[in-house]
């Protein structure tokens, strides 16, 4: 009994030692917690004043998302025997350049995406993979500085697919306003004299008209994360039906050596488009007009891997 209870107290004394151990760890560990946060803010700062020296600023970021699956004899399925899969790629780049005077910014998006369904036990479905999301933007905005926020600016910027009917349709804008740049990485474009040129072999649908264009753009890069939002919006003077708007979202979390996850979302508002696609796409409807259609917002949405370089 003796024995029993001299264990008892060894177990208990070591227990304690172990948990003011713990403890006495904690307290060490919490003022070098304070420590690194103080050091990051420093190298955070010293990173500000980089970014804000003169000169050229690149980079840039991009997710490859996929999913392949492959199903024999799954009869709980309609389709027990299939092939499926998709395969997204999304790349933005930028290219800034910062002067005392004026400023220059160069960016770039494309999103392609393809998808494919085989059902092995139809010979005559088409088994390749097909083309889903198809964008491509560039832009190119100058300012010449009125002060540090406000600039005399002008824009040429160009949206199309590249993978199916490459510039049918086509965007160009190009006109000239005012840029505001209330922080850093976020610029503001204002033009009230923009012409929205469209390309296009269908003339009865897609119309150049005059109007504004608004451009709402922060891109940053904060440690290990990537992001970007880019809105581009375009007001016809001539009809409303003329306009048009997209806005893309874009980040990116690095993991290691450069990889990491990736997720963008895009958003997209344009009547033309609408209309073609009612008069033109799988179930043609030949009485659609711009009074009768319905204009639905398009979404994309790609997640997946990340590489920043």
């Not at 500000?48 to 003169?54: F, K, M, R």
């Not at 503001?188 to 608004?214: C, Q, R």
């Amino acid at each position: 009994m003796k024995n029993i209870f001299l264990i008892a107290v060894l177990l208990f004394g070591c227990a304690a030692g172990f948990a003011q151990t713990e403890e006495e760890l904690k307290a060490q560990m919490a003022p070098k917690k304070d420590s690194i946060k103080a050091i990051q803010g420093r190298v955070d700062a010293i990173q500000a004043q980089i970014d804000a020296l003169p000169g050229w600023k690149k980079g840039a970021f991009g997710t490859i998302g996929a999913n392949l699956t492959n199903f024999k004899n799954w009869y709980a399925q309609g389709t027990p025997n299939n092939a499926s899969g998709n395969i997204g790629v999304t790349v933005n780049g930028f290219a800034n350049l910062k002067q005392e005077k004026f400023f220059r910014r160069n960016s770039m998006n494309v999103n392609l995406a393809w998808v494919k369904f085989d059902d092995k036990d139809d010979p005559n479905d088409d088994d390749s993979f097909r083309q889903a999301s198809d964008v491509f933007t560039i832009s190119s905005l100058y300012g010449q500085k009125l002060s540090e926020k406000f600039a005399i600016s002008g824009l040429g910027e160009y949206r199309t697919t590249i993978l199916n009917n490459f510039n049918d349709p086509g965007y160009l804008d190009l006109g000239v306003g005012a840029t505001w740049t209330p922080i850093t990485d976020m610029v503001i474009v204002i033009h009230p004299l923009n012409y929205n040129f469209v390309f296009s072999s269908d003339d009865t649908i897609f119309e150049s008209s005059l109007g504004a264009k608004i451009v709402a753009d922060y891109t940053r890069k904060i440690g290990a994360v990537n992001f970007k939002t880019n809105l581009s919006m375009f007001q016809s003077y001539k009809s409303s039906n003329l306009s048009n708007y997209t806005w893309i979202n874009s980040f990116g979390y690095t993991l290691w050596n450069g990889i990491g996850l990736g997720f963008e979302f895009g958003l997209r508002n344009n009547k033309q488009e609408a209309l073609n696609y009612a008069l033109n796409g799988p179930t043609p409807n030949p009485a659609a007009t711009f009074d009768n259609i319905e204009n639905d917002l398009q979404t994309y949405v790609l997640f997946g891997l990340n590489y920043a370089f």
